[in-house]
C-alpha cells in the first residue's frame, strides 16, 4: 500500500527567501508522485508531476521537486518565496497497486511574511 | 471557461435533509471521481466512476450514492444527512484510469 507523510504541517518563510515542503512516501511500485496546491476557500489546482521520467520536475510558478528514490523523497521548492505562493500544499502518490487511486498527504500551510 | 464545475459552491442544510451535488467536466475525460476533505484538510477518496461505471466505492456509508448520467457528469447524493457530513467535496476528472487528476472548486457544506 502506499502511503506519503508530509513533514511540516506550516511553514513560515519570507518574501524573496527559497522554499521547501519535505514529503516522503512509501511504495511498493515505482509511483507516480505529484504536488498540488490548494489556495483558501479555492480547489486544488496541478503543481507538478513525476512519472518515472526525467528526476528533477518543473512546474508552474517557479516550482520544482526532485524525485529521490534512494531517500524516498519528492520535496518541493521554489528559490524566491511570492506572497502569492501563501496556500495549503498537497504531496500525493499514485502507485500501481489500484493505480486511478491518489493517496494525499496531510498538507503543509504555506505562510509568506513580508 | 471552467473544466470542471461544481454545483453548489456552498450548502448549509439541516440533519436529517437529502442533499445532492453537482459535478460537470468540460474536458472530455472518461474518468470522475468524488473526494471529501475534512476540517483537518485531510483529502480521502470517496468514488471513482470510469465511462459511468463505478470502479472505486471505499467503504462510504451507502447514504451516500453517486450516479453518473453520462461521461461528463458525476453527481453526489446524500440521504439522511448526519453532522459528520460536513464537509468539503471536491470532484475531479481524468483522461483515463492512470492519468492526471483535475479537480474542481469544491463544495462546502455544513450540516447544523
Known amino acids: 500500500a502506499q502511503s506519503v507523510t508530509q513533514l511540516d504541517s506550516h511553514v513560515s518563510v519570507s518574501e524573496g527567501t527559497p522554499v521547501l515542503l519535505r514529503c516522503n512516501y512509501s511504495s511498493s511500485y515505482s509511483p507516480s508522485l505529484f504536488w498540488y496546491v490548494q489556495h483558501p476557500n479555492k480547489g486544488l489546482q496541478l503543481l507538478l508531476k513525476?512519472?518515472?521520467?526525467?528526476?528533477l520536475v518543473k512546474g508552474i510558478n517557479g516550482f520544482e521537486a526532485e524525485f529521490k528514490k534512494s531517500e524516498t523523497s519528492f520535496h518541493l521548492t521554489k528559490p524566491s518565496a511570492h506572497m502569492s505562493d501563501a496556500a495549503e500544499y498537497f504531496c500525493v502518490v499514485r502507485g500501481f497497486e489500484g493505480a486511478q487511486k491518489l493517496v494525499f498527504g496531510q498538507g503543509t500551510r504555506l505562510t509568506i511574511n513580508p | 471557461d471552467t473544466a470542471v464545475s461544481q454545483t453548489p459552491k456552498y450548502l448549509v442544510t439541516q440533519m436529517g435533509n437529502d442533499k445532492s451535488i453537482k459535478c460537470e467536466q468540460n474536458l472530455g475525460h472518461d474518468t470522475m471521481y468524488w473526494y471529501k476533505q475534512d476540517s483537518k484538510k485531510f483529502l480521502k477518496i470517496m468514488f471513482s466512476y470510469n465511462n459511468k461505471e463505478l470502479i472505486i466505492n471505499e467503504t462510504v456509508p451507502n447514504r451516500f450514492s453517486p450516479k453518473s448520467p453520462d461521461k461528463a457528469h458525476l453527481n453526489l447524493h446524500i440521504n439522511s444527512l448526519e453532522l459528520g457530513d460536513s464537509a468539503v467535496y471536491f470532484c475531479?476528472?481524468?483522461?483515463?484510469?492512470?492519468?492526471?487528476?483535475?479537480f474542481g472548486p469544491g463544495t462546502r457544506l455544513l450540516v447544523l
Open positions: 513525476y512519472t518515472s521520467a526525467a528526476t
Open positions: 475531479a476528472s481524468s483522461p483515463g484510469l492512470e492519468e492526471t487528476q483535475y
